[in-house]
């Protein structure tokens, strides 16, 4: 059985940690790899092109996901026929873990913003050399009166997070999030309010994956809103580059 690179990889990046090399933070090979996500942490965690961001993003989720679900994760999965995310998920369920690979994931890309235990400790790293690490968000700005509109098209590889804020406006807000229909998307969206709290909630996407929300005076009782979309379509064979594919949103104000 050979193994995906990305997931081997991630074992043997690991393998510092396991050995007390990464206790010291400072100068460590995980000090470096949180350098390194910082850089570029949308890069994707599953495509393997062997540069510094590919090994930074499967050392920084490996860290995640055995901080919440053990080290055995990674060393029953080694054990099986099955490889990459199959195999995780196969585990996890003997586990009798409450959630699977995607979903693991999906908090991975809210919890690499907030880092912040206090609303679900799911969205944090257990780990006191990771209680500080936190990625910036793509800014985006709405004009703070009247009615206003933005559209926004990028293109994402499969499970790759994308973290986009916006800000300004001063009334009603309708945001819409659509993509190809056969592409099966992740959307979690966190809401801050203007004391600084926020929730997180999640758009429910249709066949067509298509999606909207409200939020009502956006501007005045909310400041900012931060979407998170990652793909996660495609779940094997993982051996090169891996393919491109667009979504859009669109955020409309009706001013006040």
């Given at each position: 059985v050979?193994?995906?690179?990305?997931l081997?990889?991630a074992?043997?990046d690991?393998s510092?940690?396991?050995?007390?090399?990464d206790?010291?933070?400072?100068?460590s090979n995980l000090s470096?790899?949180?350098?390194?996500f910082?850089?570029?942490?949308?890069?994707?965690?599953?495509?393997?092109?062997?540069?510094?961001?590919d090994?930074?993003?499967v050392?920084?989720?490996?860290?995640?996901?055995v901080d919440?679900?053990?080290?055995?994760v990674l060393?029953?999965?080694?054990?099986?026929?099955?490889?990459?995310?199959?195999?995780?998920?196969?585990?996890?369920?003997?586990m009798?873990a409450l959630?699977?690979?995607?979903?693991i994931?999906?908090?991975?890309?809210?919890?690499?913003?907030l880092?912040d235990c206090?609303?679900?400790?799911?969205?944090?790293y257990?780990s006191?050399?990771l209680?500080?690490l936190?990625?910036?968000?793509t800014?985006?700005?709405?004009p703070?009166?009247?009615?206003?509109?933005?559209?926004?098209?990028n293109?994402?590889?499969?499970?790759?997070?994308?973290?986009?804020k916006?800000?300004g406006?001063?009334?009603n807000l309708?945001?819409?999030?659509?993509?190809?229909?056969?592409l099966?998307?992740?959307?979690?969206?966190?809401?801050?309010?203007k004391?600084?709290n926020?929730?997180v909630?999640f758009?429910?996407?249709?066949i067509?994956?298509?999606g909207?929300?409200n939020?009502?005076d956006?501007?005045?009782?909310?400041s900012?809103i931060?979407i998170?979309?990652?793909?996660?379509?495609?779940?094997?064979?993982f051996n090169?580059?891996?393919?491109?594919?667009p979504y859009?949103?669109?955020a409309?104000?009706?001013?006040?």
């Open positions: 050979e193994e995906e690179v990305w081997n990889e074992r043997a690991y510092s940690t396991i050995l007390g090399y206790s010291k933070y400072s100068g470096q790899r949180v350098r390194d910082l850089q570029n942490p949308s890069d994707s965690l599953t495509e393997w092109q062997n540069t510094k961001h090994y930074a993003a050392s920084l989720f490996v860290h995640y996901m919440h679900y053990g080290i055995s060393s029953d999965s080694l054990k099986l026929k099955s490889v990459g995310i199959e195999s995780i998920n196969e585990v996890l369920s003997k009798g959630k699977n690979f995607s979903q994931f999906t908090d991975f890309t809210i919890a690499v913003f880092n206090s609303l679900n400790r799911l969205y944090c257990l006191e050399n209680a500080g936190r990625i910036n968000p800014i985006n700005f709405l703070v009166s009247g009615n206003s509109s933005l559209s926004v098209t293109t994402t590889k499969n499970w790759s997070p994308n973290w986009q916006i800000i406006g001063n009334g309708n945001l819409q999030f659509t993509s190809l229909k056969s099966d998307f992740k959307v979690p969206y966190i809401i801050f309010d004391n600084g926020y929730s909630s758009f429910k996407l249709d067509n994956e298509k909207e929300i939020v009502k956006f501007g005045g009782e909310y900012s931060i998170i979309p990652s793909l996660q379509t495609k779940t094997k064979g090169g580059a891996e393919l491109t594919y859009t949103f669109a409309t104000i009706t001013g006040n």
